[in-house]
């Protein structure tokens, strides 16, 4: 009986104790002149193109091209 | 590839506002928010020029340098944009900006102003590309599916340019030559030295030692 109570004393010690350990830090370290936002992902990255950086700026390079009317209408 | 930009050439633009509609309708962006506008100058006189005009997206941003919260970043493409769940709707972008670009919506019946909105060069922001979240807050990801602004796009004279700027200088020299060859004179590309810096000076080699004093 004592034997179960210590260890449920102990239990509880322990669950008090780290009780605090998954909790995130809920303040931005601010640092002078850095950007302190959410991190974004290249253009590229998701579909249709899904992480294809050469395939994306082939079409980027074809559209780019194509607001040139001298080589657009020849 | 280098990187993105603008580039209004004033001898095409006819003041369609052309730009402007295709942005507003692209981004479904709210009444009293303008991320592109066309501005005229000497309206009615001879001579008059029109420019589009939004976010040049700088090389030395002033609105990256003045924001009290630093929620602007630079992409790897040399775009800016800025995380609206930062932002503190200040406004001292607005103040340092030299074209105008941040918008602050005005919602409430006192009107508070809103988190800054801005042309995106059609790039979304700091959410998962071409998901809700990032068009509600930013607008549509052209750039993720491959395409450029639909404000250049849309542009029937071909007057605004956006894109790669080594891509953007060759149309643009064709276009001075074509018109050098016919007499007309252009003018250097508006907002450029503001937003991307002059082309630095070749130095000057030092004076030798000893040499003669003027």
């Known amino acids: 009986m004592i034997k179960q109570a210590i260890l449920a004393m102990a239990a509880i010690a322990v669950a008090v104790g780290v009780a605090a350990c998954g909790e995130r830090p809920q303040v931005i370290e601010y640092k002078q002149g850095k950007y302190q936002g959410k991190p974004d992902t290249p253009p590229y990255d998701a579909a249709p193109f899904s992480g294809n950086k050469t395939e994306w700026e082939r079409a980027v390079k074809t559209r780019n091209q194509s607001q040139n009317e001298y080589k657009r209408i020849s | ?214």
């Open chain 2, 1 to 214: 590839m280098a990187r993105m930009k603008f580039l209004c050439d004033a001898e095409r633009c006819i003041e369609c506002n052309g730009c402007v509609t295709a942005c507003k309708q692209e981004h479904d962006i709210p009444w009293g928010v303008n991320r592109r506008r066309v501005v005229t100058i000497n309206d009615g006189v001879p001579g008059e020029r029109s420019i589009s005009v939004a976010c040049m997206h700088c090389s030395d941003a002033p609105c990256m340098a003045v924001c009290p919260v630093d929620c602007f970043y630079r992409t790897e493409e040399g775009i800016v944009l800025h995380d609206k769940d930062l932002c503190i709707g200040c406004g001292y972008c607005f103040y340092a900006c030299p074209f105008g670009a941040p918008q602050f919506p005005q919602a409430g019946a006192f009107g508070v102003r809103g988190k800054m909105d801005k042309c995106t060069f059609c790039a979304g922001g700091p959410e998962a590309n071409n998901s809700d979240a990032e068009y509600k807050k930013y607008g549509r990801n052209r750039l993720a599916e491959g395409k450029l602004p639909a404000c250049a796009e849309m542009c029937a004279t071909k007057a605004l340019l956006g894109g790669d700027s080594d891509v953007l200088s060759d149309i643009y020299r064709e276009r001075v030559t074509n018109r050098a060859a016919r007499g007309t004179p252009s003018m250097p590309p508006w907002g450029w030295d503001t937003a991307y810096g002059r082309p630095e000076a070749p130095k000057q080699p030092a004076a030798p030692p000893g040499g003669a004093k003027s």
